[in-house]
């Protein structure tokens, strides 16, 4: 239908830039207030989006062809000569003429960073995988004048520590490397500028009076540091010919100012998971003003965030191989959270959320940086039907329920790591990695022994938790197993809490991150962030233990090794109230053990149901479980029913995933993974698309958590496990982020493939 | 039923599933009607419209050379799991939240009319809730029960397993006449739902045209009560089954069907059916009348404008940018007239989503879209939002409520951002009531109203999904349609669930039947809002003879 009347052109606004909508966020720093006053929702479909600009597309092809060749060779590029530091580098380019957006790590695109920080062996060990040295004098100087986290926290462990440690009851927790998990608010470079921030922040320091007590002069120094930092941040720029004192005045700066911040981050941490927050509402706000003033065209719009997305997806850690055994992949975990609704009712969706979700078309699926959609009800629906497409299409979006979270931390959360929740700039939290739960059963079988570890001395099996008496039942007893598995948990909670602590304590100490910090407000909310692997098996376990009979099969030590299973049992992921409560009751348990300890620096307890892809491993370090599970077969990733059991179709498997509870017991995240093969969602294309949504929206409306939606065929996996070469971009979502199938080993593969396809034949 | 495309995958112990503590438990006496359940998929896709919970019934009357659950046709099984009618609607109220406007429960087997006292219960049950249904028959169950159940069945999955005695004798082992006697007695039995025509396609047996064609007659009685045809490619899964059953398998080397083929045919059958209706409508066998198509009146033609538009002056007519002399009705004012108008107009900007007048308010102005796009619309007694009109530049709204002074009866709502001149009654009484070219656009459009309004109340009389999309689609090509190389091009500012509220359907079925038509190479779209129509000949088939 054409338009009767055009209005005539106005020639006065092509060169005029409104000034942004006034609020207190003016006054104090407060992004959220500048985006609430500034943005506008979109709620409509992906028709305005367009192709990636020439540039882009060049750009992106030799990025690609650098990864490609890393990957190939299994060598990566060290920048060996120095330690990190937020302006320890020179500026590093892939190539001038094409990039936008520009700034690496190091002084090249993908050249590792060597943080000793965290741990020095960590990184002597990295080097020596990849048959790299560090420069001479390096080591030598860093051992004789400074100590490592890692240093720190094992002349504060104990030997119930070490043990726990050793025996896998506690594992992956950060005491040999960067934790991670903290995200800076990065959008306050661009909003303010570092000058306004380095002011704030001296007149914060200013502001702290009182006696010096120990805290006090902590928090004090912290400050110091923090300012210290935002000055080194400045000269980063400047390097790449940038004054970031000032604040952002384009979008093209805008984006490029963010990046900074968030560039700071990655130079001074190798954290696990280096999370990027929550930007594309925000840096809309500056798109849309530049377009509307006739600044940009929506091709650079859209060029300006791809060219951001290449700089994500080049992030790289130095780590160890042993690492990516636990987390396969090389993720770095740059999570950045999207959509979501507003406190008001409004959507926070953008057009900037829609082109940030346009990468996937414009340079292709990747599992970085790790796009986690922010689900409620009220999302537009072409949002949700856009998403659903795109999971569909590439596999690389997870989604995690706004409507759970925004209750507890208002419209600006962001998710770091998989799905740890926080508010951007206000909380911080302390990453403490995992519990074996199912492990533990096995200790209140055993009496706080290992199944698998030897003690060296004495030749017997490990003796882990003291105090715990074995059951020597033939036939195991549910009252009784719970009892001392109580008991268990009980110990293990308060050996945990210890155990983080001491961690937390020396990482503040000794690798503090002060450029993040910087970038948050000067007091901040802590979680302590607790986690537990194998609730599946052990729903399950304790579900056999109490429907069929149990009789464990015992070694010479008296250890239960074997289990021999008489009749049929509930199984978890079948929607089944008999063994879900199990689950739950399990998770609640453990979550109030652990509050009653109290955390270092009156750290919020949270606990996490997520295990990435680390629950192979696991598997290999636990025996043979109650529930019918082998030794060394893997768990189930997360939250996940265990693989075959959830047998009565996908709702079921969601709903029993749905029971656990989040708000105040699993706070940190309840990691759920589907698959499903394309052709059972829907006859055509616009049904599946239409299907996915309405799974969504019922999974969360049943108050699911998280979930990661894989659309793909068993065949396919094989096909590309046999012949990587055909698919190299193939991306699934294991727990909490997305992989390059090709990029994982052998094992992990497999053990994606033996995964649950829900299909019907 | 048993045949292919509706089995889960992992045959599941419904046990598992039914979260039922009774399970196996009290006998059969104390709990009332009972079911003998196969299994249950809790996520069927595929059995009918939606997200929907599939029950699969045990017992099965035919003995189809193909079934891959041949442990699903003794009534009775060890393997069986009895579950109530209320377990059931405990089961489908666990998936509820997943159902969205579409899915509800599914009830296949075996031959769920086989139990029918226990499927009775258990579709009263669900359509109390507000659950929708659907059964999965090849229409061999227990007549005694039609009369119940037919009546309570929103979707009948409807398997066609041949077209003629002989082939049906082969294949299944089943006489068609009771097929055919099935299908003739459907409304009779008070049938008032939808039909999915299923049918299993064997290569060397039904996969040509002339197989299409002939499913296509067989099925054409059923008229408008068809929503789709599904032709479901045959695959060998079931063999694993009849070995492990200790069972010849009859159809022992038929390779799969091949899928693209299937599809092909598939499209094929659709249209072909559809053609057939809209044939035997021509000849007067038809069941419904089709509603009468025209040529739109040219109403939105900018027609000559008394004043010669010089551009010199017309800065003075502009206001925000519009050239007021442009606007239907004003046009004909006189100039002195006009010149008063200037000070008597109030130019409205409303943002998309702004009501600007609500059913009850006095009609004491005019509204004349100057740029932009609005909707009146009003509640059903349900609460749905039906839209009765859209208004486009140059389109007015209010005349005839002047003319006779009654309130609005409807809402009035930007679509989008729109510009919206507005005049006073007093202006109007002094100026238009004798002015015959005004009377006359008024006339006109309270005309185009009508027939729209009748147009609608078709649509919405119709029960077919098909049909109701398809005129919504023409109606709007017509109106608003431009011819392009690839086909007409509809640009809206409708999203899916106006666009669905217009043609009285839900979002959900709207869209499935837009992805449909797109399927069969009618139309296509690009994002929410631009469609386009490739075929309009198909489309017309569905309500024009």
């Known amino acids: 239908m054409t338009q009767m ?71 990566v590029d060290v920048a060996l000569d120095r330690f990190s530091g937020i302006d320890a580098y020179d500026p590093g380019y892939l190539d001038r003429e094409l990039e936008v957006i520009v700034g690496f790590q190091a002084d090249a695109p993908l050249r590792r960073i060597i943080n000793p920080y965290g741990g020095f062996r960590m990184v002597e060990n990295s080097l020596k995988a990849y048959g790299l040295e560090m420069a001479p004098g390096l080591a030598e100087s860093f051992n004789e004048y400074r100590k490592s986290h890692n240093q720190g926290v094992f002349d504060a462990y104990t030997p119930a520590m070490r043990a726990a440690r050793s025996a896998g009851l506690l594992t992956g927790l950060p005491d040999a490397y960067g934790r991670g998990r903290i995200i800076g608010d990065y959008r306050r470079v661009a909003l303010y500028g570092l000058d306004r921030l380095i002011a704030a922040r001296r007149a914060d320091r200013a502001a702290d009076s009182g006696p010096a007590t120990e805290e006090r002069i902590r928090h004090r120094e912290e400050l110091s540091e923090q300012i210290r930092a935002l000055e080194e941040m400045k000269r980063m720029a400047a390097r790449y010919g940038y004054d970031i004192g000032r604040p952002a005045e384009t979008a093209a700066e805008a984006v490029q100012w963010v990046y900074f911040g968030y560039l700071a981050a990655i130079k001074e941490n190798n954290g696990a998971a280096m999370s ?63 959509g979501g609704m507003a406190t008001d009712g409004r959507t926070l969706v953008t057009r900037t959320t829609m082109r940030f979700l346009h990468t996937l078309t414009t340079l292709g699926p990747a599992p970085e940086p790790n796009m986690t959609v922010l689900w409620s009800e009220d999302l537009p629906r072409d949002f949700k039907e856009y998403c659903a497409r795109l999971t569909i299409q590439t596999g690389s979006i997870q989604y995690e329920s706004d409507d759970l979270m925004r209750p507890l931390y208002g419209d600006d959360y962001a998710i770091a790591c998989c799905v740890s929740a926080m508010r951007i700039g206000r909380d911080m939290q302390f990453f403490g990695a995992r519990a074996n739960l199912a492990k533990a059963l096995l200790y209140a079988i055993n009496g706080g022994r290992d199944e698998k570890r030897m003690d060296r001395a004495s030749g017997k099996p490990m003796q882990v938790l003291e105090g715990i008496e074995p059951i020597t039942d033939e036939v195991l007893d549910y009252e009784c197993v719970k009892e001392r598995y109580c008991q268990v948990l009980d110990q293990l909670a308060g050996l945990y809490v210890d155990t983080m602590n001491t961690i937390h304590y020396m990482h503040d100490k000794y690798a503090y991150e002060a450029g993040q910090m910087a970038l948050h407000d000067p007091e901040v909310h802590r979680y302590m962030a607790f986690g537990v692997a194998g609730i599946s098996i052990v729903a399950d376990s304790l579900s056999a233990i109490r ?51 109290p955390a270092y620096r009156g750290a919020e307890h949270t606990l996490s149901l997520l295990t990435i892809t680390s629950n192979v491993v696991y598997g290999k370090k636990t025996g043979t479980t109650p529930d019918g599970r082998k030794a060394g077969e893997p768990f189930a990733p997360g939250a996940n029913p265990m693989h075959g059991r959830d047998r009565s179709g996908v709702l079921a498997s969601l709903n029993s995933v749905a029971k656990l509870p989040y708000a105040g017991v699993c706070q940190d995240g309840i990691s759920n993974t589907i698959s499903v093969v394309p052709r059972t969602i829907g006859r055509h294309p616009g049904e599946r698309i239409q299907h996915l949504t309405g799974i969504l929206d019922g999974y969360f409306r049943q108050g699911g958590f998280h979930v990661n939606v894989n659309v793909m065929d068993r065949e396919m996996l094989i096909d590309a496990m046999e012949h990587p070469e055909k698919n190299p971009n193939l991306t699934i979502r294991v727990s909490g982020y997305a992989v390059h199938f090709n990029r994982l080993s052998r094992e992990q593969q497999l053990e994606v493939i033996s995964r649950t396809f829900h299909t019907r034949v | ?237 079931g063999i694993e089954k009849h070995t492990a059953m200790g069972r010849p398998y009859r159809l022992e080397g038929l390779p799969p069907m091949d899928e693209t083929r299937a599809w092909e045919l598939e499209r094929y059958a659709n249209r072909r059916f559809i053609e057939r209706l809209a044939a035997g409508r021509e000849t007067g066998a038809g069941t419904r009348t089709p509603a009468p198509r025209r040529k739109e009146a040219e109403m939105n033609q900018v027609r000559e404008s008394p004043y010669a538009v010089d551009p010199d002056t017309s800065q003075i007519w502009l206001r925000d940018g519009i050239d007021l002399r442009k606007l239907p009705l004003v046009r004909h004012l006189s100039i002195a007239a006009f010149e008063e108008m200037m000070s008597d107009f109030r130019m409205l900007q409303v943002r998309k989503g702004d009501v600007f007048f609500r059913s009850g308010d006095p009609a004491d102005r005019l509204y004349i879209v100057a740029t932009g796009q609005f909707k009146i619309y009003r509640y059903t007694v349900d609460g749905r939002e039906q839209i009765l009109y859209i208004y486009n530049p140059g389109d007015f709204v209010g005349g005839l409520n002047l003319l006779t002074g009654h309130r609005y009866v409807y809402n009035g709502q930007a679509l989008e951002d729109s510009l919206i001149c507005t005049m006073s009654k007093d202006f109007f009484d002094r100026h238009c009531l004798d002015n015959p070219h005004i009377l006359r656009q008024i006339l006109e459009k309270s005309y185009d109203r009508i027939r729209w309004a009748e147009d609608l109340i078709s649509r919405l009389s119709s029960a077919n999904a098909g049909i109701k999309t398809a005129e919504l689609i023409l109606r709007f090509a017509d109106r608003y349609g431009v011819q392009t190389p690839e086909g007409i091009r509809i640009e809206l500012n409708l999203n899916r669930e106006e666009l669905g509220s217009y043609a009285g359907l839900s979002r959900e079925t709207f869209t499935r039947k837009l992805g449909e038509f797109r399927e069969l190479g009618y139309l296509d779209f690009s994002g929410n809002r631009i469609i386009l129509v490739k075929d309009p000949d198909a489309l017309m088939a569905y309500f024009e003879g």
Not at chain 1, 317 to 323: A, D, F, N
């Open chain 1, 5 to 75: 009347n055009q209005v005539p052109e106005n020639t006065a606004t092509t060169t005029a830039v409104p000034a942004f909508r006034p609020g207190v966020w003016q006054e104090r720093i407060d992004v959220r207030n500048f985006i609430q006053t500034n943005y506008t929702p979109y709620e409509g479909d992906d028709d305005f989006l367009v192709d990636a600009t020439e540039k882009t597309r060049a750009l992106w092809a030799k990025a690609d062809a650098m990864v490609q060749e890393q990957v190939r060779t299994g060598q």
């Open chain 1, 547 to 597: 429907y069929a009979e149990v009789r464990p099969v015992r070694d010479e030590n008296g250890m239960a090794m074997d289990f021999e299973i008489t009749g049929g049992f509930p199984q978890y992921g079948n929607d089944d109230e008999r063994v879900d409560s199990l689950a739950r009751e399990v998770a609640k348990y453990f979550s109030d053990a652990l509050k009653r300890h």
């Open chain 1, 276 to 338: 990027f927050g929550r930007n594309t509402t925000f840096l809309d706000i500056y798109i849309e003003r530049d377009l509307a003033a006739g600044r940009i065209t929506e091709a650079e719009a859209q060029e300006l965030i791809d060219q951001l997305v290449i700089k994500l997806r080049l992030v790289r850690h130095l780590r160890t191989p042993e690492y990516d055994d636990l987390f396969a992949g090389d993720p770095t975990w740059v999570t950045e959270s999207l």
């Open chain 2, 1 to 237: 039923m048993s045949e292919q495309g509706t089995t889960p995958s992992a045959a599941v112990a419904a046990a598992d599933a039914a979260a039922a503590p009774a399970a196996g438990g009290a006998a059969a006496a104390d709990r009332g009607t009972i079911g003998y359940i196969h299994s249950i998929e809790t996520m069927g896709l595929l059995d009918g419209p939606g997200i929907r919970t599939v029950i699969f019934l045990q017992g099965c009357p035919l003995r189809c050379a193909y079934c891959h659950n041949p442990d699903s046709q003794p009534l009775r099984s060890e393997a069986a799991t009895e579950m109530t009618p209320a377990e059931v609607l405990a089961l489908a109220e666990r998936q509820r939240s997943y159902f969205g406007e579409e899915g509800g429960v599914t009830f296949s087997g075996g031959e769920p009319l086989l139990q029918g006292a226990f499927l009775y219960e258990c579709l009263r049950l669900l359509r109390d809730a507000g659950i929708t249904t659907a059964v999965d028959t090849s229409g061999f169950g227990d007549p005694n029960w039609y009369r119940q159940v037919l009546p309570l069945v929103d979707t009948l999955l409807l398997d066609v397993k041949a077209f003629d005695a002989e082939r049906f004798r082969d294949l299944i082992q089943g006489s068609f006449a009771t097929w055919v006697n099935f299908a003739d007695s459907l409304v009779e039995n008070g049938f008032e739902g939808q039909i999915w025509i299923r049918h299993v396609m064997l290569p060397g047996w039904s996969d040509d045209e002339a197989s299409m064609d002939r499913l296509v007659e067989t099925v054409l009685p059923l008229g408008y009560l068809v929503d789709r045809i599904d032709i479901l490619p045959y695959h060998t899964m």
